[in-house]
Every structure is written in structure tokens, then in C-alpha cells.
């Protein structure tokens, strides 16, 4: 067995979990930043704000028979 391909092959084994650890984290870091921006709407009680975020596409048009 080559060493040297070995030794390239375990050091791009080592990047690819750095830069999935690094995915990982960037999203759990969203996440975190999305869960306690619900929770600070549930709190505050504005109703309209929480449906606006539950359903955002409602509201937005309204029908018109003439």
C-alpha cells in the first residue's frame, strides 16, 4: 500500500468533517437564533405577529367582486 496516498486520503477524510462540523454548527447556530425569536414572540403576546410568522402568505391579498 502507497503511504503517501494513504496519508492524502486520511488528511481529505479530516477536511470533509471539518467542514461538516462546521455546517452542522453554523445551522444549529440558526436554528438557536430562530427558536428564540419564536419564543420572544409567544411571550410577547402580539398575537398578529405570532399568526403572521405561523402564516405568512395570509392577509396579503384581498378578493374583490364588483
Known amino acids: 500500500m502507497d503511504i503517501a496516498l494513504m496519508s492524502m ?3 481529505q477524510g ?3 468533517q471539518q467542514a461538516s462540523l462546521s455546517v452542522m454548527k453554523m445551522a444549529m447556530g440558526n436554528a438557536k437564533q430562530q ?3 419564536v ?3 409567544i411571550s410577547s403576546n402580539n398575537v398578529k405577529a405570532l399568526q403572521q410568522v405561523a402564516q ?3 392577509g396579503r391579498n384581498i378578493d374583490l367582486k364588483l
Open 56 to 58: 405568512p402568505h395570509l
Open 14 to 16: 479530516k477536511v470533509r
Open 39 to 41: 419564543q420572544e414572540l
Open 9 to 11: 486520503s486520511l488528511s
Open 35 to 37: 427558536g428564540e425569536a
